[in-house]
């Protein structure tokens, strides 16, 4: 168990609708990273929060949004999807910010776009 | 522009020999290379990681090497049991920016 939560774990919606997945990091760590995974693909860095402030921002698509509350738990909102946004969506949380920081990674959401 | 590259999208490999995962970059201007392993339905886990300063680090029956002329890394497990069965990332990251994964190798290991 990294200590980093996701719900839902899996999320079943149609196409043109919007969906929210959380993210809550392990105690005390202050950055939250999201990646998407889509099939026979690595892991694509979306956007990263360190103490609630956007720090990183990847190949994350206008469609998409995310932000780091008071709490520090993150939400990452997907709109108006489409077939190919179905993936695995991981959240990662570290102690601090950089490439050499460890990240944790949480279970994942699974997301089918119909 | 895949900037890491895993090219072997699978390795088979018999308990208690050598497996030998490989990574290649291209970014010149990496400094820091990590592995990650990932199990059906977990995320990835933290295995091990190399500065690039250094060409070896060890950690049990787990060893990365770095050539960085080569612009190639691999990750040595030695030897290799059946619970190593999974999926295996190589990540890189450039002057503490974020993290660039490749596509993964899954590993069997069979008795």
């Known amino acids: 168990d990294s200590g980093v939560t996701q719900t839902p774990k899996h999320l079943i919606t149609a196409t043109g609708q919007r969906v929210t997945l959380r993210c809550s990091p392990r105690?005390?760590?202050?950055?939250v990273y999201w990646y998407q995974q889509s099939l026979d693909q690595g892991l694509q860095f979306l956007i990263q929060?360190?103490?609630?402030?956007?720090?990183a921002k990847g190949n994350i698509l206008e469609r998409f949004s995310a932000q780091q509350f008071p709490d520090l738990h993150s939400e990452l909102n997907l709109s108006s999807l489409e077939l190919g946004d179905s993936a695995l969506y991981f959240c990662?949380?570290?102690?601090?910010?950089?490439?050499?920081?460890?990240?944790?990674f949480g279970p994942g959401t699974r997301l089918l776009v119909l | 522009d895949q900037q890491v590259k895993q090219n072997s999208p699978s390795l088979s490999v018999q308990e208690g020999r050598i497996s030998i995962l490989n990574c290649d970059y291209t970014?010149?201007?990496?400094?820091?290379f990590l592995w990650y392993k990932k199990y059906p339905a977990e995320g990835p886990t933290f295995l091990i990681s190399?500065?690039?300063?250094?060409d070896k680090n060890e950690d049990g029956r787990f060893t990365v090497f770095l050539n960085k002329s080569a612009k190639h890394l691999s990750l040595h497990i030695v030897p290799s049991q059946p619970g190593d069965s999974a999926v295996y990332f190589c990540?890189?990251?450039?002057?503490?920016?974020?993290?660039?994964f490749g596509t993964g190798t899954r590993l069997q290991v069979f008795p």
């Open positions: 990662a949380s570290s102690a601090s910010w950089g490439g050499q920081e460890t990240q944790y």
């Open positions: 970014n010149s201007m990496f400094d820091y």
């Open positions: 929060y360190y103490n609630g402030e956007e720090r």
């Open positions: 990540a890189a990251s450039a002057l503490a920016d974020k993290l660039i």
């Open positions: 190399i500065s690039s300063i250094k």
């Open positions: 105690s005390g760590d202050l950055s």
